[in-house]
């Protein structure tokens, strides 16, 4: 069984004050003990083949050393497998860039966010726009043919001529795939707490509207609600999660989806370090997929794909009808301008992009959840 592999690496400099993913700040020092412990949680699970893909995410990975990086690597690689990396800038050391592709990286995501010094600098983030750009090539100059740029829209305070200069670089700097997503924050996120949420001005949305303008215009193909790539430069661990391909998840806080049934690891780094100490896996948590979580995925991941997704076979998949008001409730929305479908293959249309919730909402409530309740 081939499947995607993801690693997760929760240190960082500091905490982000949008962010939520499981981190910590802690010294150097104990960057170590928890590649050590990365590698025990990876034999006590059992992989079952080499994977597909693997992702590097965190946090930061590129704190790592870099022969930290190799070793986790080392003998899970194949010449098809996509290995990629998240870098923050400013972090990439002299030499690093190729020495990951010595240890078979060929995918960096660099973490811009934004190239505003004065937004970095509110966001918490400690890198400046000039660290980013040398960075970037830096990785072309060791030869990465495959570079993401990750930018966050509608940041508070955030107004239309920085964002226009973001999109600038874009321009200037020609990465393969772009990333780019709308603030959304969580109740644990620094900037939560003090009060910051969707912009007040109702505007959220000109931003992304302006991106998908603008990224088009250069070429871009927009293969997913938060994704632009170059023809060929999808990011194949990524599209795995919203196509259904089985993926393990090690680290802190990492999920996982294999044998049909989801899982995830604790976020307390205390509670891992411990359980893996032991020679216990540090799973804190499954979910059973009873019909209406399936379907409630089938429909939340599939209208993430541009190309949207076939209802006809989540519907054979799972056993169901749809019954005559979804079709009419289809229908309102395509008359709205939300989505767009042909009988088979149900995908959003622009005005949908922005409220996908919304409409997956519209779409399976309460009808059709209440006949995949009459499933389980």
């Known amino acids: 069984m081939r499947f995607g592999l993801y690693l997760h690496v929760p240190f960082c400099e500091q905490h982000c004050h949008y962010c939520t993913f499981p981190v910590a700040v802690r010294p150097t020092s104990e960057h170590a003990g928890y590649v050590r412990r990365l590698k025990t949680e990876m034999a006590l699970a059992g992989l079952p083949a080499r994977p597909r893909t693997v992702y590097l995410g965190g946090g930061t990975p590129s704190l790592l050393p870099t022969e930290s990086v190799a070793d986790l690597l080392d003998g899970r690689l194949a010449d098809d497998v996509e290995v990629s990396i998240e870098v923050n800038p400013g972090t990439l050391t002299d030499g690093a860039a190729r020495r990951y592709r010595a240890a078979g990286i060929n995918r960096v995501s660099l973490g811009a966010q934004s190239f505003d010094a004065g937004e970095l ?29 990750d930018l966050i829209a509608g940041l508070p305070n955030q107004d239309r001529d920085a964002w226009e200069r973001n999109l600038d670089w874009i321009g200037r700097l020609s990465p393969d795939h772009v990333s780019i997503y709308l603030l959304e924050l969580e109740d644990s996120a620094v900037w939560a707490r003090q009060g910051f949420g969707r912009r007040a001005d109702g505007d959220h949305g000109w931003f992304y509207r302006r991106a998908m303008d603008r990224l088009g215009d250069a070429g871009y193909l927009h293969y997913e609600t938060s994704s632009w790539a170059r023809p060929g430069r999808e990011c194949r661990h990524n599209v795995g999660y919203w196509t259904g391909v089985p993926y393990r998840g090690l680290g802190l806080g990492a999920h996982s989806l294999m044998d049909g049934k989801r899982f995830w690891n604790t976020r307390s780094l205390t509670e891992y370090q411990a359980r893996i100490d032991s020679g216990e896996l540090p799973i804190a948590g499954a979910e059973d997929r009873t019909p209406r979580v399936r379907i409630e995925e089938a429909f939340l991941l599939g209208l993430r794909r541009r190309g949207g997704f076939d209802a006809a076979d989540v519907a054979r998949d799972l056993g169901i009808d749809y019954p005559r008001d979804w079709f009419d409730r289809v229908e309102r929305l395509a008359d709205a301008g939300f989505v767009s479908f042909d009988g088979r293959i149900l995908k959003l249309a622009p005005a949908g992009l922005l409220v996908v919730d919304s409409v997956v909402e519209e779409l399976l409530c309460p009808s059709l959840l209440s006949i995949c309740e009459a499933t389980r």
């Open 121 to 149: 600098r509110m966001a918490g983030r400690l890198h400046a726009p000039d660290d980013t750009v040398r960075d970037f090539h830096a990785l072309r100059d060791a030869g990465f043919g495959n570079v993401n740029l």
